[in-house]
């Protein structure tokens, strides 16, 4: 792994990929990369005008790339369903999903669904969107090797446990139910987004695995990287010393989106990457990728099948053919 870089992806012609969140940032460098290794890349993104223009310009860094440009906002569970079935519609077969897209730190909020807008976002949209669009990578899976699914979380996970009690999830603000805007702590929820990001690959690696289905889960970070993440929050509360500190910390001390976004490709394409890796920086918050530390808690099979049935409910999406 010392040293790996983009110009290490193995070629992907031939292959469909699915990036969420690919208008910018390490989204978008993703989707570059993935293209210009010779893959068709559908960058899925809520902004109709950004995304659009993300594939303009990926286009003209990339003379040539199959890319496309499909409407998905992960708040909105309708919206998710509307992506699959349109990406079914231009495509039979899926080989990578990189579930990138995500929200960080945001003021108490709710999905068009109900749900905490950080958990809704990060983990169900998500959860939905993979399980929506199983047929396609089983279907990719069967004539071909090297079909993935990546997760992308983030070192923050370590900031939020998720707890189960007998009716459901106990934590504040984690599924976002009545009340759960009382003591709302933002980096905590986001912490237990990223969480339930591991949560989910640890348990679909495990039912791949049960199911000998040769799918790949993994999940990634990109440590600390220059990211428009925190941008969200600043756009509904004004600039605050958080963003401030954010921005100051992009410019100094964090690596460029390029490097942030190579633990995400080396988990899509590197050869060998095994059920429920997880990849990030060397060194924790940059370098080139490598097998990351991760809390025990997201190694949980317990919490990984409570987990699986909350979203399950929640969501309204089924992996129903998949064994526990």
Known sequence: MPGWNARNIPAQS?????????????????????????ASVVLACRSAARGRAAVVRLRAEVPGAEAEFLPLDLADLSCVREFATAFGRRHPSLDLLVNNAGVMALPFGRTADGFETQFGVNHLGHFALTGLLLPRLRAAAAGAAGVRIVNVSSGFHVLGKIGFGEDGPEETGG?????????YRRWVAYGRSKTANLLFTHELARRFAAAGSTITAAAAHPGYASSNLHSGASKLEGPTLNSRVAALGNAVLAQPTASGALPTLYAATAPGVAQDAFIGPRFGWRGAPAPSWRAGWTLDDTAGERLWAASEKLTGVSYATLPR
Do not use: C, D, K, Q
């Open 14 to 38: 031939g292959r469909t990929a699915v990036v969420t969140g690919a208008n910018s940032g390490i989204g978008y460098v993703t989707a570059r990369e993935l293209a210009r290794s010779g």
């Open 175 to 183: 599924f976002g139910g009545p009340g759960s805007e009382h003591g």
